[in-house]
């Protein structure tokens, strides 16, 4: 196998088996195990996520250094922020939100964000403002596994979660189609930018980082007191 293969196989592996799919709290929701409470906690901490995404994809953008990478980056921002009011990731989280009986001026107000969440995302941000382009691309990586996710998600919801109107799955549905493109696009940076053994060996622990962000975050919601509200 060529190197380049070789080093592709390895993130894919990475990809695949410190994937947040196998958590635990991962695995309640796909069963369908999770009270209405869990699911709402989830949905609001995420959000903290996902509002920090075109954040750290800002950051990214500002180190590419040709106009043809940097049109391909503001895509992704323009795909959580939308090309104007009431469009875009963002807004369909909040949708996803309103649909489990989350008012959006709470997501909003980043009330419900639990300690370890905010961790999470900041050790995220912070990882892409400081590394290599490489490294902060290869971080996104992740999203090799996240259309896969993303259809046993609605799966699950469809299937066990009736009382969320499925128009509120659109954030889902959304995610698969951007979520193969994006990491189509970022595995290709990659390979060609990681030259040396140094550069992969940096790349792979980049995305084992991003695999353990993505854990952190499902710790800190499945630990979370059931007695706090979401
Ligand atoms: O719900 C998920 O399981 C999940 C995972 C990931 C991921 O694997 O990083 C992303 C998303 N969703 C997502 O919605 C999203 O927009 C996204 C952007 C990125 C990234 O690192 O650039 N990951 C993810």
Not at 22 to 32: A, K, L, S, Y
Not at 59 to 87: C, F, N, P, V, Y
Not at 205 to 225: E, G, I, P, R
Request: proline content about 3%; overall charge neutral.
């Amino acid at each position: 196998m060529s190197a380049v293969r070789e080093f592709e196989e390895r993130l894919r592996t990475v990809a695949r088996e410190r994937y947040h799919d196998r958590h635990p709290f991962n695995i309640r929701m796909h069963q369908g195990e999770l009270t209405p409470d869990e699911l709402r906690r989830w949905i609001a901490n995420r959000f903290h996520y996902q509002r920090h995404i075109p954040v750290k994809d800002a950051l990214i953008t500002a180190k590419l250094e040709t106009s043809a990478l940097r049109r391909m980056w503001l895509r992704r921002i323009q795909d959580h922020d939308g090309a104007a009011e009431g469009e875009g990731g963002i807004e369909r989280w909040l949708r996803l939100g309103e649909a489990a009986g989350l008012d959006r001026s709470l997501l909003l107000s980043g009330r419900s964000v639990l300690p370890g969440v905010r961790l999470a995302v900041d050790g995220y941000v912070n990882f892409c403002r400081l590394r290599s382009p490489l490294e902060a691309v290869a971080a996104s990586l992740t999203e090799l596994s996240a259309p896969d996710i993303m259809r046993t998600r609605i799966d699950a919801f469809e299937r066990h979660y009736r009382w969320i109107d499925g128009d509120g799955l659109a954030y889902f549905r959304t995610r698969e189609t951007q979520g193969r493109q994006d990491s189509r696009e970022a595995l290709d940076l990659v390979l060609s930018w990681a030259r040396s053994e140094d550069d992969r060996e940096r790349a792979v622990a980049a995305l084992a980082f991003k695999c353990d962000v993505l854990w952190s975050l499902l710790d800190a919601v499945d630990q979370a007191d059931p007695k706090e509200g979401p």
